[in-house]
Each structure stands twice: as C-alpha cells, then as structure tokens.
C-alpha cells in the first residue's frame, strides 16, 4: 500500500482543516487505518484509528471531541477533520495503514506509512 497525504497548512487557532489520504497497491478496504503527529524532536504520537468497517474507532485524549477520522473505502481514501484547532495540534501529520482490520495506538501496530503533511496552527 502506498500512502499520499495531504491538506496540511498554516492555519489560525480555533480554525479547521481537513487532511486526506490517498491509498493505492494492495486492496485498501482491508487496512485499518490511523493517524500519528510528530513534533521534531519529540516522538511520533498517536491521533485516531479507524477499523476496515469503519466501526472502530479510537482518539487520543488530546484531540478526542474535535477531531474526527473516516474513510470511503470506494475513493481508496482516510480523512481527518480536524475543528478547534490549538497550537499544541501543530506537526507533521502521518497517515498509516495496518494489515489487519482493527488497530490501536502503537506505531508498531502500523505496516505502510504516508510522507506526512505539515500542519501549523498559529496563536
């Protein structure tokens, strides 16, 4: 699986994006999927999760009740709305494609992973 993110950019506190992930290779329907940040110099940290149904899904405290994952499993693709955006949002953000159909919180979980999209979230 190939991942190609996108929609990162410069945004004001309190303002919205919405990032997209665009898989290509092996049959993505399968995939679990998720969503990391890294902030350089500081480990890649977990943002959601999403089942190959859809039916799962996990956030992390910090962005639980503003941020929310999906898929579309015909467009081959993972989204992530990200609403109330802080300055502590600001990274690059990762998408990540596991081969199994539930996944959590550990990067190791992960089998494919996308270049990133930088995401800047001014004060």
């Known amino acids: 699986v190939q991942l190609q993110a996108c929609g990162g950019g410069l945004v004001q506190a309190g303002g919205s994006l919405r990032l997209s992930c665009a898989a290509s290779?092996?049959?993505?329907?399968?995939?679990?999927m998720g969503w990391f940040r890294q902030v350089l110099g500081k480990e890649r940290e977990f943002v959601a999760a999403?089942?190959?149904?859809?039916?799962?899904?996990t956030y992390a405290d910090a962005v639980k009740g503003r941020f929310t994952i999906s898929r579309d499993n015909a467009r081959n693709t993972v989204y992530l709305q990200m609403n109330s955006l802080k300055p502590e949002d600001t990274g690059v953000y990762y998408c990540?494609?596991?081969?199994?159909?539930?996944?959590?919180?550990?990067?190791?979980?992960?089998?494919?992973w996308g270049q990133g999209t930088e995401v800047t979230v001014s004060s």
């Open positions: 290779g092996r049959t993505f329907s399968n995939n679990a």
């Open positions: 999403l089942s190959w149904r859809g039916d799962r899904i």
């Open positions: 990540a494609a596991a081969r199994k159909a539930v996944s959590g919180r550990d990067p190791s979980e992960y089998n494919y």
